[in-house]
């Protein structure tokens, strides 16, 4: 297997974990996929397949989603590479992806075309302008349904517009410990984005990863909605590297930080939710320069060790006991 | 069923997640839906977001029965459901989908990127001129544009 794209880390990566682009499109001939027969599903995918494939410069893997096993599925789910709604329904639903990952498009998700980009750390601009590349060349060969009006149309008028959605996910330990996070989750949806756990949500965010994301794309144009997102992505950031340097004061996080990674290094059995509340301090630590580990081994780490993903690993099915024990073997191998 | 989250409201947003390596269903009330992050299609980035739509539907229109001659979804299924079947049902129910959207998004008019595609352009071309011909009631001619947007839209979409 070749590198995946978070194996790279990127510009204000001891909070910017990664950053990617969405864009939904629908086919003008066809209905959208609620309305949709399962043989013109096939035919939709058929025809966005060939346009995909004669992209040049990428190559992309296709696969039909219901020749993938149940955990196969919920890997590429827990890996952000599909939505959860894509993975609990396989039926004449497609996948097409880039060897590294970086490109993926869900075919008859909610829109025929759910087109993502993801790049490692903070790279908005760049993630951009390569889903738009994309965009541009799909739209020679494909009619989109447009609407002078009212922009891109999707089956959920909560798309409509641009149908793009810049997000960027968030390492925010520090803002956690000080309990400033559930007030900028509100002060961010005033400014017409989303905040809110990537693994989990609410106060039950697993790792302090947050994943923050514009809401609203109609009469919003795609640079601005761009440059909104980071504007606030940096002023999150900032607060952040505030915080951090209060919560250094005291020794307790230091302690705290050591002890993490001295469990991780050493402990024989570990579930998913113990392991991301370690491995969000042992990151903290790294990126502190406390603990010699770079943050692509711990993001690797963060994808490889969730339920699915670690099952897939082995070629037979693991109970939960049987992956919380490999989990804890594999952490240990990466860290020593 | 009642909200998951809050445990007092109705659940209306039933949305998909995954916990502990499988797909399991939430279901949530609009309230803990938005504040949870859930309030747009894209969120998580998970979708399933009808109820919520729904829930913002601006009640007490009379024409429920509205139906969208490209798919035949009735107006009272888009508000129900809070989704539209096809392009065409964006035409067929405009007026009653614009006060909600501006409660959605704010505003209710595109501004931003345009496809390229060569008939798409033509399309829109033709839209425009078609909205001119209705207002200078030159029903000749509209009736011709229509045709021609009908053909132009009815074969497109297969790239080749």
């Known amino acids: 297997m070749s590198a995946k794209w978070y194996l790279g880390t990127g510009a204000q990566n001891d909070v910017v974990v990664s950053t990617s682009v969405h864009i939904a499109r629908n086919c003008a001939a066809y209905p959208f996929p609620g309305r949709l027969s399962l043989p013109d599903k096939l035919k939709v995918n058929d025809v966005v397949r060939a346009a995909v494939e004669s992209i040049p410069d990428y190559s992309f893997r296709f696969s039909e989603m219901k020749t993938l096993s149940q955990a196969q599925v919920v890997s590429l789910a827990e890996r952000h590479l599909v939505s959860p709604e894509f993975a609990s329904s396989r039926d004449g639903r497609a996948l097409l992806m880039t060897e590294d990952e970086s490109v993926s498009i869900m075919l008859n998700e909610a829109d025929h075309i759910r087109l993502q980009v993801m790049l490692p750390g903070f790279a908005p601009d760049e993630a951009y302008r390569t889903a738009d590349t994309i965009d541009d060349l799909l739209s020679e060969k494909l009619e989109f349904a447009f609407d002078e009006r009212l922009g891109y149309l999707s089956q959920d008028p909560t798309a409509l517009g641009t149908g793009m959605k810049v997000s960027v996910v968030l390492h925010l330990p520090a803002l956690v410990r000080t309990s400033q996070i559930n007030s900028l989750i509100t002060m961010v949806s005033r400014l017409g984005l989303s905040m809110r756990g990537s693994y989990g949500e609410g106060a039950d965010a697993k790792g302090d990863m947050f994943r923050l994301s514009n809401t609203i794309t109609l009469g919003i144009s795609e640079h601005t909605a761009v440059e909104n997102l980071k504007s606030i992505t940096l002023q999150l950031a900032a607060r952040e590297r505030a915080a951090r340097e209060e919560i250094f004061k005291s020794i307790a996080t230091e302690d705290a930080i050591f002890r993490a990674y001295g469990v991780l290094k050493y402990a024989r059995q570990m579930t998913t939710d113990e392991f991301m509340d370690l491995i969000s301090l042992v990151r903290l630590g790294a990126v502190r320069g406390l603990i010699a580990l770079d943050c692509a081994t711990v993001e690797d780490l963060m994808v490889q060790m969730q339920p699915a993903t670690i099952s897939l690993s082995v070629d037979r099915p693991l109970d939960r006991a049987e992956r919380d024990k490999l989990r804890a073997e594999r952490v240990r191998q990466a860290l020593l | ?160």
Do not use: W
């Not at chain 2, 399991?24 to 979708?47: P, R």
């Open chain 2, 1 to 160: 069923m009642l909200c998951q989250n809050c445990g007092k409201n109705d659940a209306t947003v039933h949305l998909k997640r995954i916990v502990n390596g499988s797909a399991a269903e939430v279901h949530l009330c609009a309230d803990c839906a938005y504040s949870l992050g859930y309030g747009d299609a894209f969120s998580g980035f998970g979708f399933g977001t009808g109820g919520l739509f729904a829930d913002l539907f601006l009640k007490g229109e009379n024409a429920a029965q509205l139906r969208c001659p490209g798919c035949g979804k009735t107006l009272d299924e888009v508000i129900s459901g809070g989704l539209l079947g096809c392009a065409e049902c964006y035409n067929t129910f405009y007026d009653k989908l614009v006060p909600t959207l501006r409660r959605l998004h704010g505003k209710s008019v595109h501004v931003g990127k345009r496809p390229n595609h060569p008939r798409g352009d033509r399309a829109a071309q033709l839209r425009r001129e078609l909205d001119e011909a209705v207002a200078r009631q030159d029903f000749e001619l509209a009736a011709r544009l229509r045709d021609e947007i009908g053909e132009l839209t009815a074969n497109g979409g297969d790239g080749q």
